[in-house]
Protein backbone atom coordinates (compact mmCIF):
# COMPACT_ATOMS: atom_id res chain seq x y z
CA UNK A 1 0.00 0.00 0.00
CA UNK A 2 3.08 2.46 0.84
CA UNK A 3 4.23 2.08 -2.94
CA UNK A 4 0.77 2.53 -4.29
CA UNK A 5 0.60 5.46 -2.37
CA UNK A 6 3.95 6.74 -4.07
CA UNK A 7 3.37 6.58 -7.56
CA UNK A 8 0.16 7.53 -7.17
CA UNK A 9 1.92 11.07 -6.21
CA UNK A 10 4.36 10.96 -8.62
CA UNK A 11 1.58 10.71 -11.18
CA UNK A 12 -0.05 13.42 -10.24
CA UNK A 13 3.13 15.93 -9.74
CA UNK A 14 3.81 14.41 -12.95
CA UNK A 15 0.45 15.98 -14.69
CA UNK A 16 1.04 19.43 -12.93
CA UNK A 17 4.70 20.33 -14.67
CA UNK A 18 5.21 22.04 -17.80
CA UNK A 19 4.59 24.90 -19.63
CA UNK A 20 1.02 24.99 -18.41
CA UNK A 21 2.14 25.01 -15.17
CA UNK A 22 -0.45 24.39 -12.19
CA UNK A 23 -3.48 24.81 -14.98
CA UNK A 24 -2.79 21.20 -16.76
CA UNK A 25 -5.50 18.97 -17.04
CA UNK A 26 -4.82 15.37 -17.85
CA UNK A 27 -3.79 14.41 -21.27
CA UNK A 28 -5.76 12.18 -23.32
CA UNK A 29 -5.70 10.71 -27.26
CA UNK A 30 -1.37 11.12 -26.79
CA UNK A 31 0.27 9.07 -29.37
CA UNK A 32 3.14 7.00 -28.33
CA UNK A 33 6.66 9.32 -27.87
CA UNK A 34 8.60 9.70 -31.11
CA UNK A 35 11.58 7.10 -31.94
CA UNK A 36 14.94 8.78 -30.02
CA UNK A 37 16.53 11.51 -32.11
CA UNK A 38 19.66 10.92 -34.30
CA UNK A 39 21.65 14.16 -34.26
CA UNK A 40 22.89 15.36 -38.20
CA UNK A 41 26.00 14.15 -39.58
CA UNK A 42 28.89 16.46 -39.58
CA UNK A 43 29.54 16.79 -43.45
CA UNK A 44 31.83 18.91 -46.24
CA UNK A 45 30.97 22.13 -47.95
CA UNK A 46 27.84 21.64 -49.98
CA UNK A 47 28.10 20.93 -53.53
CA UNK A 48 27.15 23.84 -55.55
CA UNK A 49 23.85 22.19 -56.81
CA UNK A 50 22.99 22.23 -52.93
CA UNK A 51 23.82 26.12 -52.55
CA UNK A 52 21.88 26.66 -55.69
CA UNK A 53 18.78 24.65 -54.39
CA UNK A 54 18.89 26.58 -50.88
CA UNK A 55 19.73 30.18 -52.67
CA UNK A 56 16.19 29.41 -54.46
CA UNK A 57 14.30 28.10 -51.68
CA UNK A 58 16.08 31.25 -50.26
CA UNK A 59 14.31 33.05 -52.80
CA UNK A 60 10.71 31.59 -52.93
CA UNK A 61 10.23 32.14 -49.56
CA UNK A 62 11.36 35.80 -49.30
CA UNK A 63 8.92 36.72 -52.25
CA UNK A 64 6.34 35.02 -49.43
CA UNK A 65 7.53 36.40 -46.89
CA UNK A 66 9.63 39.89 -47.63
CA UNK A 67 8.82 41.50 -44.40
CA UNK A 68 10.92 38.71 -42.75
CA UNK A 69 14.69 38.45 -42.20
CA UNK A 70 16.31 37.16 -45.40
CA UNK A 71 19.09 35.95 -42.57
CA UNK A 72 17.08 34.25 -40.39
CA UNK A 73 14.92 32.48 -43.50
CA UNK A 74 18.29 31.53 -45.09
CA UNK A 75 19.12 30.00 -41.60
CA UNK A 76 15.86 28.46 -41.04
CA UNK A 77 15.87 26.64 -44.71
CA UNK A 78 20.03 25.25 -43.21
CA UNK A 79 18.49 23.47 -40.57
CA UNK A 80 15.51 22.16 -42.99
CA UNK A 81 18.53 20.95 -45.03
CA UNK A 82 20.15 19.28 -42.15
CA UNK A 83 17.16 17.67 -40.85
CA UNK A 84 16.55 16.34 -44.80
CA UNK A 85 19.51 14.94 -44.92
CA UNK A 86 19.69 13.25 -41.47
CA UNK A 87 16.17 11.57 -41.80
CA UNK A 88 14.55 13.38 -39.68
CA UNK A 89 12.13 15.08 -41.87
CA UNK A 90 10.45 14.74 -45.71
CA UNK A 91 10.97 16.85 -48.64
CA UNK A 92 7.42 17.65 -48.04
CA UNK A 93 7.90 18.94 -44.79
CA UNK A 94 6.40 22.39 -43.65
CA UNK A 95 8.35 24.80 -42.14
CA UNK A 96 7.34 27.66 -39.90
CA UNK A 97 9.95 30.62 -38.66
CA UNK A 98 9.83 32.42 -35.52
CA UNK A 99 12.10 35.25 -35.67
CA UNK A 100 12.23 35.99 -31.60
CA UNK A 101 14.51 38.84 -32.54
CA UNK A 102 11.39 40.87 -33.21
CA UNK A 103 9.35 41.93 -30.46
CA UNK A 104 5.79 40.34 -29.36
CA UNK A 105 4.31 43.46 -30.54
CA UNK A 106 5.11 42.54 -34.23
CA UNK A 107 3.75 39.00 -36.28
CA UNK A 108 7.00 37.22 -35.72
CA UNK A 109 5.46 33.61 -37.14
CA UNK A 110 5.30 32.42 -40.31
CA UNK A 111 4.48 29.16 -41.73
CA UNK A 112 5.50 28.00 -45.41
CA UNK A 113 4.61 25.25 -47.27
CA UNK A 114 7.72 25.01 -49.24
CA UNK A 115 6.57 22.33 -51.06
CA UNK A 116 3.72 24.18 -52.64
CA UNK A 117 5.36 27.54 -52.80
CA UNK A 118 2.96 28.96 -50.35
CA UNK A 119 2.72 31.08 -46.80
CA UNK A 120 0.22 29.43 -44.72
CA UNK A 121 0.13 32.02 -41.22
CA UNK A 122 1.74 34.86 -40.31
CA UNK A 123 0.84 35.49 -36.86
CA UNK A 124 1.84 36.76 -33.13
CA UNK A 125 3.70 34.61 -31.08
CA UNK A 126 4.26 34.62 -27.21
CA UNK A 127 7.54 33.93 -25.55
CA UNK A 128 7.80 32.56 -22.24
CA UNK A 129 8.33 34.98 -18.93
CA UNK A 130 11.70 34.14 -18.21
CA UNK A 131 12.83 35.43 -21.61
CA UNK A 132 11.73 38.84 -21.36
CA UNK A 133 9.36 41.73 -22.19
CA UNK A 134 8.60 42.90 -25.25
CA UNK A 135 11.35 41.66 -26.54
CA UNK A 136 13.32 38.17 -25.41
CA UNK A 137 16.61 38.34 -24.57
CA UNK A 138 17.34 35.17 -22.62
CA UNK A 139 17.08 31.16 -23.66
CA UNK A 140 17.28 28.50 -22.06
CA UNK A 141 16.47 24.76 -22.11
CA UNK A 142 16.27 24.26 -18.47
CA UNK A 143 12.87 23.10 -16.72
CA UNK A 144 11.98 26.03 -14.56
CA UNK A 145 13.60 29.12 -16.64
CA UNK A 146 9.80 29.54 -18.00
CA UNK A 147 12.18 30.90 -20.82
CA UNK A 148 12.13 30.10 -24.45
CA UNK A 149 14.03 27.73 -26.33
CA UNK A 150 16.13 28.12 -29.80
CA UNK A 151 16.73 26.27 -32.07
CA UNK A 152 14.86 23.28 -34.94
CA UNK A 153 12.05 21.42 -34.04
CA UNK A 154 10.07 18.50 -35.01
CA UNK A 155 6.38 18.19 -34.66
CA UNK A 156 4.87 15.24 -33.13
CA UNK A 157 1.36 14.27 -31.99
CA UNK A 158 -1.81 16.74 -30.86
CA UNK A 159 -3.23 16.11 -27.31
CA UNK A 160 -5.82 17.58 -24.83
CA UNK A 161 -4.45 19.03 -21.67
CA UNK A 162 -4.20 22.21 -19.57
CA UNK A 163 -4.40 24.52 -22.26
CA UNK A 164 -6.66 23.22 -24.51
CA UNK A 165 -5.47 21.80 -28.11
CA UNK A 166 -1.75 21.77 -28.01
CA UNK A 167 0.72 20.32 -30.11
CA UNK A 168 3.80 18.52 -29.22
CA UNK A 169 7.38 19.41 -30.21
CA UNK A 170 10.80 17.29 -29.67
CA UNK A 171 14.13 19.73 -30.01
CA UNK A 172 16.74 18.65 -32.50
CA UNK A 173 19.26 21.56 -30.88
CA UNK A 174 21.06 19.50 -28.51
CA UNK A 175 21.94 22.16 -25.26
CA UNK A 176 19.43 24.22 -26.80
CA UNK A 177 15.90 22.95 -27.21
CA UNK A 178 16.19 19.23 -26.69
CA UNK A 179 14.75 19.33 -22.99
CA UNK A 180 11.29 20.21 -24.95
CA UNK A 181 9.30 17.35 -24.51
CA UNK A 182 10.23 17.03 -20.87
CA UNK A 183 9.70 20.87 -20.45
CA UNK A 184 6.01 20.33 -22.11
CA UNK A 185 7.25 22.55 -24.55
CA UNK A 186 4.43 22.93 -26.41
CA UNK A 187 2.20 25.18 -29.20
CA UNK A 188 -1.18 25.84 -28.13
CA UNK A 189 -3.85 28.90 -27.58
CA UNK A 190 -3.88 31.34 -24.88
CA UNK A 191 -5.82 34.13 -23.92
CA UNK A 192 -2.58 36.47 -23.25
CA UNK A 193 -0.97 36.10 -27.01
CA UNK A 194 -4.34 38.15 -28.33
CA UNK A 195 -2.92 41.32 -30.58
CA UNK A 196 -5.44 43.09 -28.59
CA UNK A 197 -3.53 43.69 -25.28
CA UNK A 198 -0.82 44.92 -27.36
CA UNK A 199 -3.06 48.52 -27.10
CA UNK A 200 -2.87 48.27 -23.54
CA UNK A 201 0.38 46.61 -22.28
CA UNK A 202 2.57 47.24 -25.49
CA UNK A 203 3.28 43.72 -25.76
CA UNK A 204 1.64 40.45 -25.71
CA UNK A 205 0.97 38.07 -22.73
CA UNK A 206 4.02 35.79 -21.92
CA UNK A 207 3.93 32.28 -21.47
CA UNK A 208 5.96 29.57 -19.53
CA UNK A 209 8.02 29.06 -22.79
CA UNK A 210 5.72 27.84 -24.80
CA UNK A 211 5.07 29.54 -28.41
CA UNK A 212 1.54 30.06 -27.67
CA UNK A 213 -0.79 31.66 -30.64
CA UNK A 214 -4.58 33.45 -29.96
CA UNK A 215 -6.86 31.42 -29.66
CA UNK A 216 -8.90 32.21 -33.09
CA UNK A 217 -6.22 30.77 -35.03
CA UNK A 218 -4.13 28.13 -32.91
CA UNK A 219 -6.02 24.99 -33.78
CA UNK A 220 -6.17 25.69 -37.53
CA UNK A 221 -2.38 26.32 -36.97
CA UNK A 222 -1.60 23.77 -34.90
CA UNK A 223 -3.19 20.87 -37.89
CA UNK A 224 -1.19 22.17 -40.32
CA UNK A 225 1.89 21.86 -38.67
CA UNK A 226 1.33 18.47 -36.77
CA UNK A 227 3.28 14.98 -37.04
CA UNK A 228 6.78 15.57 -38.68
CA UNK A 229 6.68 19.38 -39.85
CA UNK A 230 9.62 21.73 -38.71
CA UNK A 231 9.59 24.72 -36.92
CA UNK A 232 12.66 27.03 -36.16
CA UNK A 233 12.91 29.39 -33.44
CA UNK A 234 15.53 32.28 -33.83
CA UNK A 235 17.12 34.76 -31.78
CA UNK A 236 20.48 37.18 -31.84
CA UNK A 237 21.86 35.03 -29.01
CA UNK A 238 25.71 34.46 -29.14
CA UNK A 239 26.15 31.16 -28.07
CA UNK A 240 22.93 29.97 -30.22
CA UNK A 241 24.90 30.96 -33.02
CA UNK A 242 28.32 29.46 -32.01
CA UNK A 243 26.99 26.46 -30.85
CA UNK A 244 23.61 25.17 -32.67
CA UNK A 245 23.90 22.13 -34.41
CA UNK A 246 20.57 21.87 -36.65
CA UNK A 247 22.16 23.95 -39.31
CA UNK A 248 25.80 22.94 -38.51
CA UNK A 249 25.65 19.92 -41.16
CA UNK A 250 27.94 21.46 -44.09
CA UNK A 251 30.54 22.99 -41.91
CA UNK A 252 29.60 26.60 -42.16
CA UNK A 253 28.76 29.04 -39.04
CA UNK A 254 25.87 31.00 -38.78
CA UNK A 255 26.85 33.88 -39.32
CA UNK A 256 28.56 33.30 -42.71
CA UNK A 257 25.22 31.86 -43.79
CA UNK A 258 23.50 34.92 -41.97
CA UNK A 259 25.98 37.49 -43.44
CA UNK A 260 25.84 35.89 -46.94
CA UNK A 261 22.14 36.24 -46.66
CA UNK A 262 21.88 39.14 -46.29
CA UNK A 263 24.00 40.57 -49.22
CA UNK A 264 27.12 41.41 -46.38
CA UNK A 265 30.92 40.80 -47.28
CA UNK A 266 32.41 38.13 -45.38
CA UNK A 267 36.00 37.78 -43.91
CA UNK A 268 37.97 34.82 -42.43
CA UNK A 269 34.17 33.19 -42.51
CA UNK A 270 32.59 35.69 -40.02
CA UNK A 271 30.77 38.32 -41.53
CA UNK A 272 32.70 42.26 -41.14
CA UNK A 273 29.20 43.15 -40.00
CA UNK A 274 27.55 42.74 -36.33
CA UNK A 275 24.58 41.40 -36.62
CA UNK A 276 21.69 43.91 -35.59
CA UNK A 277 20.99 43.49 -32.26
CA UNK A 278 17.00 44.00 -31.18
Known amino acids: MRHFHLAFTMLAMSLLAGCAG ?9 SPAPA ?8 AIPAPSVLDRQQRLLQQLAGLAPDADRGVLALALQARECALRSGEANEDARLAVIDYSMPSSQKRLWVFDVA ?3 LLFREHVSHGQGSGENIATRFSNVEGSYATSLGLYRTAETYIGGNGYSLRMDGLDPGFNDNARPRAIVMHGAWYANPDLIRSQGRLGRSQGCPALREGIAKVVIDSMKQRQLLFAYANDAAFLQRGHSFACDGRDA ?21 AAS
Open 255 to 275: RTILAAARGRATHGGAATGVI
Open 116 to 118: NDK
Open 22 to 30: PQHKPEVAV
Open 36 to 43: ALVSPPVA
